[in-house]
């Protein structure tokens, strides 16, 4: 029995790129952009949710770290 390529990709999302891999760059006094990335309680959200690399997941915690610890972006809401 052939299966139809609908049937066969169901449920199969397309793969995330990483906005940083494409040459959009993250800092620590860009709040707004830091904003996407933490959800509404203040926690960092996971790179499966975000799409991004691994290297760059790594640098935006980072960077979301030193916004919170100068006082640009909370802890918590």
């Given at each position: 029995m052939a299966m139809s390529k609908?049937?066969?990709?169901?449920?199969?999302?397309?793969?995330k790129v990483c906005i940083m891999c494409t040459g959009k760059d993250v800092n620590y006094k860009d709040v707004d952009t830091l904003r996407k990335y933490i959800n509404?309680?203040?926690?960092i959200v996971p790179r499966r949710v975000?799409?991004?690399?691994?290297?760059?997941?790594?640098h935006i915690a980072r960077e979301i770290k030193r916004a919170r610890a100068i006082g640009l972006l909370p802890y918590t809401k």
């Open positions: 609908d049937f066969k990709d169901y449920g199969r999302r397309k793969k509404d309680r203040g926690k975000t799409g991004t690399c691994a290297r760059h997941q790594r």
